[in-house]
């Protein structure tokens, strides 16, 4: 039976950045993925690599300031990866946020991010509106611009684990993990490939499954706590007109929501939504109300396109977020990454629920710091934000 130090399930983009932090940290790993690198919510985000402006209002300044020092990690050893981009935020006579506590909010955000380039912020003058892309400019007050982050969040997934392969990770795919059986050193992990039954022994599993780690969780013997937690669906749609200017950070016109409407790939991509969701994450796909409701927020801010109906959506998708359960909107809830572990001293198992795109590496380094107790003494190959990333071919 194969022996590794750490077993991974899941190959979005968590359980890429574990798979590289272990194996950077000179540690034998292995990631199990049920069907291709990124399948999941990892390649039906909204793209963004971005420091959570919305969440400094909910006071989540912790996690603002890490996100900004990821971002700017991101920006320095993924370049071909994520790029840094032009937001504009429109504030109109009727907009809840008015232009002074935006810029209250973007001094702090800069104030977090270390005063550096990337986070300078202004107003656009009004004789440049006419080169926002058509947005409406009845009862405009202010334009405010800052800058934020745009990746390719599937390529991105798919560079972070041909790092780690790079420095003797391994992968099996397809694979579909079965069930783990936890013993006084470790855990044994039964998945299967090819039709075959393949057991490895671990240290440590690793549940990095997404919308599918409460079933993993299930699958371990004996049972490890799986916390209050719910599936939240968030839709995108792709329409074929595109954007130029930048990405546009507004509010819905029918509660108030933050809305991206952005290029993407010579299109526009629009999301997202936070819809409640009991269903099998297999099925997830964008409702009709859903593909409304984001159709509204174009047609409302761009009046040359406020014919638009359902038909001209060229691409759709959704992806699930995990969030704490709680009575209020999700829209409201913290973004957090919440880590469980079967027992706090020497754990054999640590399950991953939620969490950002942006904060995959610190979110891994959380992963190994954790779990070091378990894992014997090894000789470090590599830090991972001295590690370039390339685009995958």
């Known amino acids: 039976m194969k022996e590794y130090d750490v077993?991974?399930?899941g190959g979005g983009i968590h359980g890429a950045g574990v798979l590289q932090a272990a194996v950077a940290a000179g540690y034998k790993a292995l990631l199990i993925e049920r069907q291709a690198l990124a399948s999941g919510t990892s390649s039906k985000s909204s793209k963004l690599i971005h420091g959570g402006l919305r969440y400094l209002e909910s006071g989540q300044f912790a996690l603002v300031r890490e996100s900004l020092q990821e971002r700017a990690v991101l920006l320095r050893i993924a370049s071909e990866?994520?790029?840094l981009k032009p937001f504009y935020i429109p504030v109109y006579r009727d907009t809840r946020r008015r232009p002074w506590q935006l810029k209250i909010g973007l001094m702090a955000y800069a104030l977090l991010g270390g005063f550096v380039a990337s986070t300078r912020f202004g107003s656009v003058p009004?004789?440049?509106?006419?080169k926002l892309d058509g947005l409406k400019t009845q009862d405009l007050d202010a334009v405010i611009r800052y800058h934020d982050a745009q990746t390719n969040d599937a390529q991105l997934t798919r560079a972070v684990v041909k790092s780690a392969m790079s420095l003797g990770a391994e992968l099996a795919m397809p694979a579909r993990f079965i069930r783990a059986v936890l013993s006084d050193v470790g855990v044994v992990v039964t998945y299967n490939a090819s039709g075959a039954e393949v057991q490895v022994k671990a240290r440590v599993l690793i549940n990095?499954?997404?919308p599918w780690a409460m079933q993993a969780a299930r699958a371990v013997e004996p049972a490890t706590p799986v916390p209050d937690v719910e599936l939240v669906q968030g839709a995108h749609i792709v329409l074929p007109y595109p954007l130029?200017?930048?990405i546009f950070y507004v509010e819905s016109p029918t509660d108030g929501r933050a809305v991206f409407v952005m290029p993407w790939h010579g299109a526009t991509l629009v999301g997202t939504t936070e819809t409640p969701y009991r269903g099998d994450p297999d099925q997830v796909q964008p409702l009709p109300e859903e593909e409304e409701?984001?159709?509204a927020v174009v047609r409302h801010y761009f009046p040359r396109l406020n014919t638009l109906t359902r038909d001209d959506i060229t691409e759709r998708f959704a992806g699930l977020r995990v969030l704490p359960a709680a009575t209020q909107s999700?829209?409201?809830?913290?973004?957090?990454?919440l880590f469980t572990t079967d027992r706090d001293a020497r754990p054999r198992v640590l399950c991953i629920y939620g969490g950002k795109l942006t904060g995959w590496r610190a979110a891994a380094a959380q992963v190994m710091q954790r779990i070091s107790p378990s894992l014997p003494a090894?000789?470090?190959r590599a830090e991972t934000d001295l590690l370039i990333l390339r685009r995958p071919a």
């Open 7 to 9: 077993v991974i399930i």
């Open 81 to 83: 990866l994520v790029e």
């Open 126 to 130: 009004t004789a440049e509106w006419s």
């Open 208 to 210: 990095a499954a997404g």
């Open 244 to 246: 130029t200017a930048g």
């Open 293 to 295: 409701y984001l159709l």
């Open 330 to 337: 999700a829209f409201d809830r913290s973004r957090e990454t």
């Open 378 to 380: 090894a000789v470090k």
